[in-house]
């Protein structure tokens, strides 16, 4: 598993797909950071079409909150590749202790966040209950 966790925190994207009430799948490639437990991904400043609660990933966990996360590395030579699928549990922070992790960690992963304003966004949490994983993971 140790394998997997350093897979998980060296990722650069991934896609997370949510499901709403009807069953109807959304996939959608997302920025994140890895704690050991959790995946954070926030609702950023990129252009939204709606406010950030609205946005349909947000509405699927509201009624569905059980996900699933792929990182993955592609190689045009097919004995490189490999992949970890995340399944877990999300919900939504707004504030707080852990919501300030977040930030954090995120901010620490990717430069772009350090001009934004994410203490002021949602982020996506996601508590992993389980690991899959194919192929080379190195």
Known sequence: MAKAEDFLYRGRVARL???DSSGRPLVLPICYAFDGG????????KPKS????????????QSN???AVVVDHY??????????IVNGEADVLEAGEEHSRAVALLREKYP???SMNLEQRPIIRIRVTKIVTWGRLE
């Open 75 to 84: 190689s045009e030579d097919w004995s490189q590749l490999g992949y970890v």
């Open 38 to 45: 959790s995946l954070f991904t926030p609702l950023d400043e």
């Open 65 to 67: 909150p059980h996900v």
């Open 17 to 19: 797909a949510t499901v």
């Open 50 to 61: 709606v406010a950030p609660r609205q946005l349909k990933r947000v509405r699927n966990i």
């Open 112 to 114: 772009q966040y350090r």
